[in-house]
């Protein structure tokens, strides 16, 4: 392509809309941040992509995003979010898109060990309380997993 046809070429672009929700500070209100538009050629290695509608979410999903924005994401809430995810692998809470109890022990042992990892890889970088939190979840899990496994 030579340099006259990239004249000649349109230039396109996308819009990106970021309906994530963030919290005002001292307000207490969520306000969604601007929209942008994104120049297709601003990024090396970008391509520009024609806009395609969302899917349609599940009906009252929306409404529930909107009543109840996601928590601060923490190092405690991501620890917590692991060990829930490794406790429904265990069949101890009920799995959402199932709406029952299942069991699946080399998910939970990869969650577990996940977990393992987090701690020697922040050894010396958590403030007591999340290195306390994070002990105690995964002597915790380990605990039920081998009760789990040796009954069956």
Known sequence: MSARDEEEEPKR?????????FADTGAGDS???DSSSFDAGDAP????????????????A?????????????FSTFIMGITTQALMHL???????????SRDLAAAKQM??????LRDKTKGNLDP??????????YDLRMRYVEVSRNG
């Open 13 to 21: 672009s996308f819009k990106v809309e970021d309906r994530r929700r």
């Open 31 to 33: 306000t969604a941040r």
């Open 45 to 60: 290695g970008t391509t520009p992509r024609e806009e395609q509608p969302a899917p349609q979410a599940a009906e009252g």
């Open 62 to 74: 929306e409404d529930l995003a909107a009543e109840a924005p996601f928590a601060e994401m923490t």
């Open 91 to 101: 069949g101890e809470i009920v799995d959402p898109t199932q709406q029952q109890l």
């Open 112 to 117: 577990i060990d996940l977990l393992g990892i």
């Open 129 to 138: 309380g999340e290195e306390r939190l994070l002990g105690e979840m995964l």
